[in-house]
Protein backbone atom coordinates (compact mmCIF):
# COMPACT_ATOMS: atom_id res chain seq x y z
CA UNK A 1 0.00 0.00 0.00
CA UNK A 2 0.83 3.90 -0.14
CA UNK A 3 2.21 5.26 3.00
CA UNK A 4 4.05 8.47 4.39
CA UNK A 5 6.99 6.46 6.58
CA UNK A 6 9.76 8.19 8.68
CA UNK A 7 12.37 6.63 10.27
CA UNK A 8 13.86 9.95 11.79
CA UNK A 9 12.83 12.86 14.19
CA UNK A 10 12.07 16.19 12.56
CA UNK A 11 9.71 18.39 11.11
CA UNK A 12 7.17 16.00 8.59
CA UNK A 13 8.70 18.15 5.49
CA UNK A 14 12.24 17.03 5.95
CA UNK A 15 11.56 13.93 7.32
CA UNK A 16 8.78 11.62 5.88
CA UNK A 17 8.71 9.85 2.40
CA UNK A 18 6.30 8.45 0.65
CA UNK A 19 6.47 4.80 0.46
CA UNK A 20 4.38 2.78 -2.61
CA UNK A 21 5.34 -0.93 -1.35
CA UNK A 22 4.23 -0.82 2.44
CA UNK A 23 3.08 -3.85 4.12
CA UNK A 24 -0.76 -3.82 4.54
CA UNK A 25 -1.77 -4.32 8.12
CA UNK A 26 -3.92 -7.46 9.07
CA UNK A 27 -6.26 -7.47 12.30
CA UNK A 28 -4.10 -7.69 15.49
CA UNK A 29 -7.46 -9.50 17.33
CA UNK A 30 -10.54 -10.51 17.40
CA UNK A 31 -11.58 -7.29 18.23
CA UNK A 32 -10.20 -4.95 15.43
CA UNK A 33 -11.23 -3.85 12.03
CA UNK A 34 -9.48 -3.55 8.80
CA UNK A 35 -10.19 0.41 7.72
CA UNK A 36 -9.68 1.79 3.69
CA UNK A 37 -8.56 4.87 4.44
CA UNK A 38 -10.27 7.68 2.35
CA UNK A 39 -9.04 10.68 3.95
CA UNK A 40 -7.04 11.69 6.14
CA UNK A 41 -7.14 15.02 8.71
CA UNK A 42 -4.03 16.34 9.98
CA UNK A 43 -3.48 17.47 13.51
CA UNK A 44 -0.68 19.66 15.56
CA UNK A 45 -0.14 16.85 17.84
CA UNK A 46 1.50 14.30 15.50
CA UNK A 47 3.78 16.73 14.18
CA UNK A 48 4.83 17.48 17.42
CA UNK A 49 5.66 13.65 18.30
CA UNK A 50 7.36 13.18 15.45
CA UNK A 51 9.44 16.41 15.60
CA UNK A 52 10.36 15.39 19.60
CA UNK A 53 10.22 11.91 19.98
CA UNK A 54 13.04 10.13 18.86
CA UNK A 55 13.39 6.86 17.10
CA UNK A 56 14.71 4.87 20.37
CA UNK A 57 10.71 5.79 22.08
CA UNK A 58 8.92 5.05 18.99
CA UNK A 59 8.21 2.16 16.31
CA UNK A 60 9.91 2.88 13.23
CA UNK A 61 9.49 3.23 10.48
CA UNK A 62 6.14 4.94 11.57
CA UNK A 63 3.11 6.04 9.51
CA UNK A 64 1.95 9.94 10.48
CA UNK A 65 -1.25 10.95 11.95
CA UNK A 66 -4.11 9.29 13.60
CA UNK A 67 -7.91 10.85 12.64
CA UNK A 68 -9.05 9.04 9.45
CA UNK A 69 -12.21 8.44 7.55
CA UNK A 70 -12.68 5.42 4.86
CA UNK A 71 -14.74 2.56 5.10
CA UNK A 72 -14.65 -1.17 6.32
CA UNK A 73 -13.04 -3.73 4.77
CA UNK A 74 -12.76 -6.90 7.60
CA UNK A 75 -14.13 -7.17 11.11
CA UNK A 76 -12.45 -9.31 14.13
CA UNK A 77 -14.98 -12.25 15.17
CA UNK A 78 -15.47 -10.43 18.72
CA UNK A 79 -16.99 -7.23 16.86
CA UNK A 80 -20.33 -6.28 18.00
CA UNK A 81 -22.95 -6.84 15.73
CA UNK A 82 -24.40 -3.98 17.18
CA UNK A 83 -22.03 -1.35 16.33
CA UNK A 84 -22.33 -1.77 12.88
CA UNK A 85 -19.89 -2.01 11.32
CA UNK A 86 -20.17 -4.04 8.52
CA UNK A 87 -17.65 -4.89 5.85
CA UNK A 88 -18.05 -2.01 3.29
CA UNK A 89 -19.80 0.55 6.27
CA UNK A 90 -18.25 4.38 5.77
CA UNK A 91 -16.67 5.36 8.67
CA UNK A 92 -14.58 7.76 10.76
CA UNK A 93 -12.08 7.24 13.67
CA UNK A 94 -8.73 7.81 15.25
CA UNK A 95 -5.63 6.04 15.84
CA UNK A 96 -4.73 6.10 19.93
CA UNK A 97 -1.10 7.91 20.50
CA UNK A 98 -0.10 5.05 22.20
CA UNK A 99 -0.92 2.21 19.73
CA UNK A 100 0.45 4.66 16.98
CA UNK A 101 3.79 4.85 19.02
CA UNK A 102 4.01 1.38 19.70
CA UNK A 103 3.11 0.11 16.39
CA UNK A 104 3.73 2.77 14.04
CA UNK A 105 0.42 2.39 12.60
CA UNK A 106 -0.99 6.02 11.16
CA UNK A 107 -3.34 7.60 9.16
CA UNK A 108 -1.51 8.77 6.10
CA UNK A 109 -1.73 5.39 4.46
CA UNK A 110 -4.37 3.60 2.31
CA UNK A 111 -5.03 1.38 5.01
CA UNK A 112 -4.97 0.60 8.94
CA UNK A 113 -5.98 -2.18 11.58
CA UNK A 114 -7.44 -0.49 14.89
CA UNK A 115 -9.42 -1.45 18.13
CA UNK A 116 -12.91 -1.08 16.29
CA UNK A 117 -14.06 1.00 19.26
CA UNK A 118 -11.72 3.81 17.41
CA UNK A 119 -14.29 3.66 14.85
CA UNK A 120 -18.09 5.01 14.38
CA UNK A 121 -20.21 5.17 11.91
CA UNK A 122 -20.41 7.96 9.50
CA UNK A 123 -23.61 10.02 9.40
CA UNK A 124 -25.96 9.25 6.65
CA UNK A 125 -25.29 11.30 3.86
CA UNK A 126 -22.07 12.38 4.45
CA UNK A 127 -18.51 11.38 2.58
CA UNK A 128 -15.27 11.00 3.73
CA UNK A 129 -14.14 14.50 3.87
CA UNK A 130 -16.78 15.84 5.71
CA UNK A 131 -15.98 13.59 8.68
CA UNK A 132 -12.44 13.06 8.58
CA UNK A 133 -11.11 15.79 10.79
CA UNK A 134 -13.69 14.90 13.39
CA UNK A 135 -12.05 12.79 15.97
CA UNK A 136 -9.41 14.52 17.78
CA UNK A 137 -10.43 18.25 17.32
CA UNK A 138 -14.16 17.17 18.17
CA UNK A 139 -13.39 15.56 21.07
CA UNK A 140 -11.37 18.41 22.29
CA UNK A 141 -14.21 20.79 21.32
CA UNK A 142 -16.92 18.53 23.30
CA UNK A 143 -14.67 19.01 26.02
CA UNK A 144 -13.71 22.78 26.19
CA UNK A 145 -17.66 23.48 25.65
CA UNK A 146 -18.42 21.35 28.71
CA UNK A 147 -16.00 22.65 31.14
CA UNK A 148 -16.96 25.64 30.12
CA UNK A 149 -20.25 25.28 32.09
CA UNK A 150 -22.66 27.18 29.30
CA UNK A 151 -25.93 28.53 30.00
CA UNK A 152 -28.74 29.53 27.95
CA UNK A 153 -28.20 32.99 27.66
CA UNK A 154 -24.59 33.08 28.39
CA UNK A 155 -21.53 35.45 27.09
CA UNK A 156 -19.04 33.50 25.65
CA UNK A 157 -15.41 34.61 23.80
CA UNK A 158 -13.96 32.02 21.22
CA UNK A 159 -10.52 32.56 21.14
CA UNK A 160 -9.47 30.85 17.91
CA UNK A 161 -12.77 30.53 16.41
CA UNK A 162 -11.41 29.71 12.63
CA UNK A 163 -9.15 26.87 13.66
CA UNK A 164 -9.71 23.28 13.71
CA UNK A 165 -11.29 22.97 17.01
CA UNK A 166 -12.13 26.48 17.17
CA UNK A 167 -14.82 26.77 14.46
CA UNK A 168 -16.18 23.52 15.94
CA UNK A 169 -16.43 24.71 19.51
CA UNK A 170 -18.12 27.68 18.23
CA UNK A 171 -20.70 25.78 16.73
CA UNK A 172 -21.01 24.38 20.32
CA UNK A 173 -21.09 26.86 22.33
CA UNK A 174 -23.93 28.58 19.44
CA UNK A 175 -25.91 25.78 20.29
CA UNK A 176 -25.48 26.33 23.87
CA UNK A 177 -26.54 29.49 25.13
CA UNK A 178 -28.92 29.30 22.04
CA UNK A 179 -30.54 33.04 20.63
CA UNK A 180 -30.46 34.63 23.80
CA UNK A 181 -26.63 34.26 24.26
CA UNK A 182 -23.67 36.15 23.16
CA UNK A 183 -20.88 34.60 20.97
CA UNK A 184 -18.01 36.82 20.25
CA UNK A 185 -15.10 35.40 18.09
CA UNK A 186 -11.68 36.12 17.90
CA UNK A 187 -9.54 35.75 14.41
CA UNK A 188 -8.20 36.94 11.85
CA UNK A 189 -10.96 38.07 8.97
CA UNK A 190 -8.73 37.50 6.35
CA UNK A 191 -10.38 35.87 3.04
CA UNK A 192 -13.97 36.17 3.98
CA UNK A 193 -13.28 34.53 7.14
CA UNK A 194 -14.92 36.17 9.04
CA UNK A 195 -18.34 35.82 7.14
CA UNK A 196 -17.93 32.41 7.06
CA UNK A 197 -17.07 32.42 11.31
CA UNK A 198 -20.56 34.36 11.34
CA UNK A 199 -22.55 31.73 9.49
CA UNK A 200 -21.12 29.49 12.27
CA UNK A 201 -23.27 31.47 14.97
CA UNK A 202 -20.75 34.33 15.80
CA UNK A 203 -22.60 37.76 17.12
CA UNK A 204 -19.81 39.17 16.03
CA UNK A 205 -16.03 38.28 14.86
CA UNK A 206 -12.87 40.49 16.39
CA UNK A 207 -9.93 40.64 13.61
CA UNK A 208 -6.84 40.50 16.17
CA UNK A 209 -4.69 41.72 13.29
CA UNK A 210 -6.79 44.89 13.38
CA UNK A 211 -6.77 45.27 17.41
CA UNK A 212 -2.99 44.37 18.65
CA UNK A 213 -2.72 43.21 21.47
CA UNK A 214 -6.38 42.35 21.21
CA UNK A 215 -6.24 41.76 24.88
CA UNK A 216 -6.79 45.62 25.31
CA UNK A 217 -9.11 45.83 22.95
CA UNK A 218 -11.23 43.26 25.04
CA UNK A 219 -10.98 45.08 28.17
CA UNK A 220 -11.65 48.44 26.47
CA UNK A 221 -14.47 46.53 24.71
CA UNK A 222 -16.32 44.26 27.81
CA UNK A 223 -15.03 45.72 30.67
CA UNK A 224 -18.64 46.73 31.29
CA UNK A 225 -20.56 43.67 30.32
CA UNK A 226 -17.65 41.22 31.45
CA UNK A 227 -18.15 37.04 29.71
CA UNK A 228 -19.44 34.14 31.79
CA UNK A 229 -16.30 32.03 30.16
CA UNK A 230 -13.83 32.35 27.51
CA UNK A 231 -12.72 29.02 25.42
CA UNK A 232 -9.51 29.84 24.48
CA UNK A 233 -9.19 27.49 21.45
CA UNK A 234 -5.60 28.13 20.32
CA UNK A 235 -3.66 29.08 23.48
CA UNK A 236 -2.72 32.79 23.47
CA UNK A 237 -1.15 33.44 26.87
CA UNK A 238 -1.73 37.22 26.90
CA UNK A 239 -5.63 36.93 26.54
CA UNK A 240 -5.30 34.87 29.92
CA UNK A 241 -2.94 37.46 31.75
CA UNK A 242 -5.09 40.32 31.14
CA UNK A 243 -8.78 38.30 31.34
CA UNK A 244 -9.64 39.52 34.87
CA UNK A 245 -10.82 43.18 32.47
CA UNK A 246 -13.11 41.26 30.63
CA UNK A 247 -13.99 37.69 32.23
CA UNK A 248 -16.94 38.14 35.01
CA UNK A 249 -15.36 36.94 38.72
CA UNK A 250 -15.43 32.91 39.43
CA UNK A 251 -16.07 32.19 35.91
CA UNK A 252 -13.53 30.10 33.71
CA UNK A 253 -11.21 30.45 31.46
CA UNK A 254 -10.98 27.28 29.57
CA UNK A 255 -8.39 26.25 27.21
CA UNK A 256 -6.75 24.15 24.98
CA UNK A 257 -2.85 24.81 26.43
CA UNK A 258 -0.54 27.53 25.53
CA UNK A 259 0.39 27.30 22.30
CA UNK A 260 3.84 26.39 21.47
CA UNK A 261 6.10 28.88 19.31
CA UNK A 262 7.94 26.70 17.75
CA UNK A 263 8.21 22.64 17.12
CA UNK A 264 11.55 21.90 19.53
CA UNK A 265 11.86 20.84 22.74
CA UNK A 266 12.57 23.94 24.10
CA UNK A 267 9.35 25.41 22.79
CA UNK A 268 7.23 22.72 24.50
CA UNK A 269 9.03 22.91 27.87
CA UNK A 270 8.46 26.66 28.05
CA UNK A 271 4.56 26.37 26.91
CA UNK A 272 4.33 23.42 29.94
CA UNK A 273 6.30 25.97 32.33
CA UNK A 274 3.48 28.51 31.94
CA UNK A 275 1.08 26.48 31.74
CA UNK A 276 1.86 25.02 35.11
CA UNK A 277 2.03 28.34 35.99
CA UNK A 278 -1.08 29.58 35.02
CA UNK A 279 -2.57 26.79 37.18
CA UNK A 280 -0.40 26.91 40.31
CA UNK A 281 0.86 30.27 40.76
CA UNK A 282 -0.96 31.77 43.87
CA UNK A 283 -3.35 34.90 43.66
CA UNK A 284 -1.55 36.69 46.44
CA UNK A 285 1.32 36.68 44.44
CA UNK A 286 0.02 37.84 41.66
CA UNK A 287 -1.61 34.85 39.80
CA UNK A 288 -4.72 35.71 37.38
CA UNK A 289 -7.75 35.45 39.71
CA UNK A 290 -9.57 33.35 37.28
CA UNK A 291 -9.63 29.80 36.88
CA UNK A 292 -7.14 28.44 34.25
CA UNK A 293 -9.13 25.00 32.76
CA UNK A 294 -6.77 23.35 30.43
CA UNK A 295 -8.11 20.13 28.89
CA UNK A 296 -6.42 17.83 26.73
CA UNK A 297 -9.18 15.02 25.02
CA UNK A 298 -8.91 11.59 23.49
CA UNK A 299 -11.00 10.50 21.31
CA UNK A 300 -12.92 8.27 22.24
CA UNK A 301 -15.96 5.75 21.49
CA UNK A 302 -18.91 7.92 23.67
CA UNK A 303 -17.33 11.39 22.45
CA UNK A 304 -17.09 10.63 18.67
CA UNK A 305 -20.71 8.81 18.96
CA UNK A 306 -22.24 11.83 20.33
CA UNK A 307 -20.07 14.15 17.22
CA UNK A 308 -21.81 11.98 14.77
CA UNK A 309 -25.22 12.66 15.84
CA UNK A 310 -24.66 16.31 15.96
CA UNK A 311 -23.04 15.93 12.60
CA UNK A 312 -26.32 14.27 11.20
CA UNK A 313 -28.89 15.87 13.40
CA UNK A 314 -27.48 19.60 11.02
CA UNK A 315 -25.98 21.09 14.79
CA UNK A 316 -22.04 20.58 13.76
CA UNK A 317 -20.03 20.91 10.43
CA UNK A 318 -16.42 20.34 9.77
CA UNK A 319 -15.24 23.36 7.74
CA UNK A 320 -12.12 22.21 5.47
CA UNK A 321 -9.20 24.72 4.86
CA UNK A 322 -8.47 22.72 1.69
CA UNK A 323 -7.94 19.40 0.53
CA UNK A 324 -4.68 17.92 -0.69
CA UNK A 325 -4.40 15.02 -3.30
CA UNK A 326 -2.02 12.21 -1.45
CA UNK A 327 1.15 12.73 -3.76
CA UNK A 328 0.53 16.87 -2.52
CA UNK A 329 0.76 16.03 1.70
CA UNK A 330 4.02 17.54 1.96
CA UNK A 331 2.04 20.87 0.73
CA UNK A 332 -0.72 20.29 3.34
CA UNK A 333 2.16 20.23 6.16
CA UNK A 334 3.12 23.78 4.84
CA UNK A 335 -0.01 25.03 5.39
CA UNK A 336 -0.66 22.91 8.79
CA UNK A 337 3.28 24.55 10.02
CA UNK A 338 2.27 27.93 8.98
CA UNK A 339 -0.75 27.92 11.63
CA UNK A 340 -3.17 29.80 9.29
CA UNK A 341 -5.47 27.19 8.06
CA UNK A 342 -8.82 27.48 8.64
CA UNK A 343 -10.82 24.71 9.80
CA UNK A 344 -9.43 21.26 8.74
CA UNK A 345 -6.38 20.09 6.51
CA UNK A 346 -7.68 16.68 5.46
CA UNK A 347 -5.38 15.03 2.52
CA UNK A 348 -7.34 12.61 -0.06
CA UNK A 349 -5.72 9.36 0.31
CA UNK A 350 -7.79 7.41 -2.35
CA UNK A 351 -11.03 7.51 -3.90
CA UNK A 352 -14.22 6.53 -1.85
CA UNK A 353 -15.20 3.93 -4.54
Given at each position: MSAYTHTLRGLPTSTLSLNLSHPVPSL?????????????????????LMTLIPPLFRHTPSIPELDFAGTTISLGSSVPA????????????????????????GALAE??????????????????????????AGCTALLLAEKAGLKRGASVLVNGASGG??????????EA?????????????????????RGLGADEVIDYTAHSPVSAYLAKRFSATPFSAIIDAYGIQDIFTHCESYLAEGKPF???????????????????????SNSLWPRMLGGVNRDYVQVSAIANLEAMTKLAGLVEGGKLRVVRDGEWGMGDALKAYERLLSRRAN??????????S
Amino acid sequence: MSAYTHTLRGLPTSTLSLNLSHPVPSLRNPTSALIRITHCAFNPGPSILMTLIPPLFRHTPSIPELDFAGTTISLGSSVPASRALAPGTPVFGSIPVGFHLKTGAGALAEYVAVESECVVKTPEGKRGEDVAGLAVAGCTALLLAEKAGLKRGASVLVNGASGGIGHMVLQMVREAVGESGRVVAVCSERSGNGEMIRGLGADEVIDYTAHSPVSAYLAKRFSATPFSAIIDAYGIQDIFTHCESYLAEGKPFVTVGVAIKDYSITGVLSAGFQMMSNSLWPRMLGGVNRDYVQVSAIANLEAMTKLAGLVEGGKLRVVRDGEWGMGDALKAYERLLSRRANGKIVVKVQDES
